[in-house]
């Protein structure tokens, strides 16, 4: 349901809609894997524009990949989310919302992906409540050419069922973190993007 790949940039003018969804292709990826060397020079590269707390946020997470090093960006990310054992900082909703993993939440979000004619490919070992797969349904959503799946509605249900209850307690627990740098940033723009995305919704 999602890759470590670089993501590809949109210019503004090719709408609203592909930025949403270019932007959860990009929180994906960088909550699967730790960012590669050309992804990290994609972003260093990237305009630093914008208004408000998005693009603030933005604009934070395109500084701090000017000075990350993919090596020291690699070993953050293990010493937050892989570990020895229980990783220190988890990425799977049914942990937040239950407290537990593979519980009644992992069950219901099959449920529904299954509805949707989606399932997780052989190649991905983590379950389909992990932060990156739910971002990467959600940039399906968006850009799918699927009329019956691409539509603000289905987006809605999803996010509200799905990742609303708990993704705010993630971005929270990341940039507490003591060791987090560049994921502090990842965090800051994650939780500055779900923030305008509840907004939207609720006005829908």
């Known amino acids: 349901m999602t890759s470590s790949q670089s993501i590809q940039f949109e210019t503004a003018d090719q709408g609203e809609e592909t930025a949403r969804a270019d932007l959860y292709g990009l929180l994906a990826t960088l909550f699967y894997a730790p960012p590669s060397a050309s992804l990290l020079n994609t972003l260093s590269a990237a305009q630093t524009q914008?208004?408000?707390?998005?693009?603030?946020?933005?604009?934070g997470l395109v500084q701090t990949a000017r000075v990350a090093n993919a090596e020291q960006v690699r070993e953050e990310y293990e010493q937050l989310f892989i570990g020895v054992g229980k990783p220190e900082v988890m990425l799977y909703g049914s942990y937040y919302i239950s407290g537990f993993l593979m519980?009644?939440?992992?069950?219901?979000?099959?449920?529904?992906?299954?509805?949707?004619?989606?399932?997780r490919i052989e190649s991905v070992v983590e379950t389909e409540d992990h932060i990156a797969s739910l971002c990467e349904v959600?940039?399906?959503?968006?850009?799918?050419?699927?009329?019956?799946?691409?539509?603000?509605?289905?987006q809605k249900k999803f996010f509200g069922a799905h990742m609303q209850a708990w993704v705010l307690e993630l971005c929270d627990a990341v940039t507490a973190h003591p060791s987090a740098v560049f994921y502090a940033?990842?965090?800051?723009?994650?939780?500055?993007?779900?923030?305008?995305?509840m907004q939207a919704f609720d006005m829908t």
Not at 50 to 59: D, H, P, T
Not at 185 to 197: D, G
């Open 103 to 119: 519980e009644k939440p992992l069950a219901a979000l099959r449920t529904d992906l299954a509805q949707m004619g989606l399932e």
């Open 185 to 197: 940033a990842t965090a800051n723009l994650a939780r500055a993007f779900f923030e305008v995305e």
């Open 138 to 154: 959600m940039r399906y959503l968006i850009a799918s050419e699927d009329i019956l799946q691409a539509h603000i509605a289905s």
């Open 50 to 59: 914008g208004e408000g707390v998005l693009g603030q946020a933005w604009s």
